[in-house]
Nanobody, 124 residues
Framework: QLQLVESGGGLVQPGGSLRLSCVVA????????IGWFRQAPGKEREGVLC????????IYTNAVKGRFTISKDRVKNTVFLGMNNLKVEDTAVYYC?????????????????WGQGTQVTVSS
């Protein structure tokens, strides 16, 4: 059964860094796109970054451009979200999700399987 488990969240000061991990069990990361999403308190869930089966990256929000990166480790079947120069407005629950297809779509409905989320809090 396909499962996604996020980890790596925590409390960090503004300007700090974190790396989130998404371990995919039950399916290889080679054949489907994997996306990272986030939901801040009182806001709708939004896309952050996505990586396709061929390692092409899609940026869903310009707010993270130049600060966040997405990568995968095929041996560990894990997708990472590297976050640098974190800002207070990056505070959210971060989720990874597994897509129906190989490419990164624009709709969250194209990601049928989700992890439980990991909290990232940026505060001084």
């Amino acid at each position: 059964q396909l499962q996604l488990v996020e980890s790596g969240g925590g409390l960090v000061q503004p300007g700090g860094s974190l790396r989130l991990s998404c371990v995919v069990a039950g399916y290889t990361v080679d054949y489907r796109a994997i996306g990272w999403f986030r939901q801040a308190p009182g806001k709708e869930r939004e896309g952050v970054l996505c990586i396709s089966d061929s390692d092409a990256t899609t940026i869903y929000t310009n707010a993270v451009k130049g600060r966040f990166t997405i990568s995968k480790d095929r041996v560990k079947n894990t997708v990472f979200l590297g976050m640098n120069n974190l800002k207070v407005e990056d505070t959210a629950v971060y989720y990874c999700a597994h897509a129906w297809g190989r490419e990164c779509g624009q709709s969250q409905e194209e990601f049928p399987r989700w992890g439980q989320g990991t909290q990232v809090t940026v505060s001084s």
